[in-house]
């Protein structure tokens, strides 16, 4: 199903982004560019970059076994620039947690309704595909896409039955039908979407997964040296991704939340451990499953708690005697907000030299503090997997029964 890795995903992902000519001018891509890395070589087949919406696609044709095949195509989207009014009003207009927040449904819905939207550009990408290049649908092998692209290339991956992989994806579930949905989540290892539990962005599928949600090991973005970056979007970048040998992307146990809860109690567990009568392979095995329970109670807990913390941190930062003011710069940005939706004039981000009105450095500070404790933990969480499949190794059947359960690098 995916001829690529994930490591060559998160390329092309990075990748798209310079589709945009008006950030990258003389360094943006093209249609016909061949784009060499070390691991990966591709031709651009088809990229559009859009002046109404500020969208950019591309869809390539990588060199697999030494040469090019046009039945070998895969597509991505870029995510949100910063600096790009249009991406922001798209943000706040179709993503349902800034929907939700800022009441901005009934503009994104409109917006939607009138072919004016990112997602309506999509459509119309698939169509140039098809119609005017002559693409089959089944020449299409996958969508990849960072953030906001990732929600568009859940959309078209949801309406043409493609597989897709993401990371940090933003929420297109304001997008899909309830049909849509369903069919994602019936073929969960075609939707597979790669997270960090502490980025705000995209630990909504932290409770509604769509398809295959994993969290993944996160890494210190190079951005991170910025206390703004740090504080809100550190761990959301592509950067704050880790890649193994082989391509995979370096992620912690994943457990079977719906099987586990059909297991004994670890109370139950611990006191068959106490008699005597529990002994050979079934003591092993339930030495195991105590041991993957308590490895699920630290990475739940710990998500939610650390996470709980980090927003705290994040609204309510109170070590810095300031917190009128940063309410202040909050309701700024949500009156301004609504002043771009409302009258529809985007104002020029790239040239401000405003600095920002609070410092943020000892609660950025602070909130790297709490995602490396958080790691941390997280990673002896995976040793105590590691610890239960080495307990088993040597029985077929009880290893078998352990890869039900959880999944682990």
């Known amino acids: 199903m995916h001829n690529l890795t994930d490591y060559q995903y998160a390329l092309i992902c990075t990748d798209v982004y310079y589709l945009d000519q008006k950030e990258y001018k003389d360094h943006?891509?093209?249609?016909?560019?061949?784009?060499?890395?070390?691991?990966?070589?591709?031709?651009i087949v088809y990229a559009l970059d859009d002046s109404l919406t500020g969208f950019q696609g591309m869809a390539i044709m990588p060199k697999l076994s030494n040469d090019f095949d046009s039945h070998?195509?895969?597509?991505?989207?870029?995510?949100?620039?910063?600096?790009?009014p249009?991406?922001?009003?798209?943000?706040?207009?179709?993503?349902?947690?800034?929907?939700?927040?800022?009441?901005?449904?009934?503009?994104?819905?409109q917006d939607y309704a009138q072919s004016k939207s990112q997602f309506n550009v999509v459509d119309r990408f698939w169509t140039h595909l098809i119609k005017k290049i002559g693409l089959k649908s089944t020449d299409i092998k996958g969508i990849t896409a960072h953030s906001?692209?990732?929600?568009?290339?859940?959309?078209?991956?949801?309406?043409?039955?493609?597989?897709?992989?993401?990371?940090?994806?933003?929420?297109?579930?304001?997008?899909?039908?309830?049909?849509q949905i369903e069919y994602i989540n019936k073929h969960p290892d075609q939707y597979i979407n790669y997270y960090h539990s502490q980025d705000w962005i995209a630990n909504w599928?932290?409770?509604?997964?769509?398809?295959?949600?994993?969290?993944?090991?996160?890494y210190s973005s190079i951005k991170s040296d910025d206390p703004t970056v740090n504080l809100l979007l550190n761990g959301h970048y592509l950067d704050s991704y880790d890649f193994t040998s082989t391509g995979q992307t370096a992620f912690f146990a994943q457990f079977n939340t719906e099987a586990l809860k059909q297991l004994p109690t670890q109370e139950a567990i611990l006191t068959a451990l106490k008699s005597k009568q529990v002994q050979g392979q079934q003591r092993q095995y339930l030495i195991a499953i105590s041991l993957l329970l308590t490895a699920y109670k630290m990475q739940t807990d710990i998500t939610r708690d650390m996470n709980d913390l980090?927003?705290?941190?994040?609204?309510?930062?109170?070590?810095?005697?300031?917190?009128?003011?940063?309410?202040?710069?909050?309701?700024?940005?949500?009156?301004n907000l609504h002043q771009l939706i409302s009258s529809g004039q985007f104002p020029d981000l790239t040239n401000t030299n405003a600095q920002p009105m609070v410092n943020l450095d000892q609660t950025a500070a602070l909130s790297q503090e709490l995602r490396q404790e958080m790691n941390i933990v997280l990673?002896?969480?995976?040793?105590?997997?590691?610890?239960?499949?080495?307990?088993v190794k040597n029985n077929p059947e009880l290893v078998k029964l352990l890869k039900e359960l959880v999944i682990y690098e």
């Open 205 to 218: 599928q932290s409770a509604q997964p769509l398809g295959r949600s994993i969290i993944a090991q996160e």
């Open 148 to 179: 906001l692209g990732g929600a568009l290339a859940l959309y078209l991956g949801a309406r043409h039955h493609l597989p897709v992989i993401t990371f940090s994806s933003a929420d297109p579930r304001d997008r899909l039908t309830i049909s």
């Open 379 to 391: 990673s002896f969480a995976d040793e105590l997997v590691h610890q239960a499949h080495q307990i």
């Open 86 to 109: 249009r991406d922001l009003y798209t943000d706040a207009t179709q993503i349902r947690q800034a929907r939700e927040k800022l009441n901005t449904a009934g503009s994104g819905d």
């Open 310 to 335: 980090i927003r705290l941190i994040r609204l309510a930062p109170k070590r810095l005697n300031d917190r009128a003011q940063q309410i202040s710069v909050l309701l700024s940005f949500k009156n």
């Open 28 to 43: 943006s891509l093209h249609k016909g560019q061949t784009v060499n890395h070390t691991n990966l070589q591709y031709k």
């Open 72 to 84: 070998q195509i895969y597509i991505s989207f870029a995510g949100t620039n910063p600096n790009d």
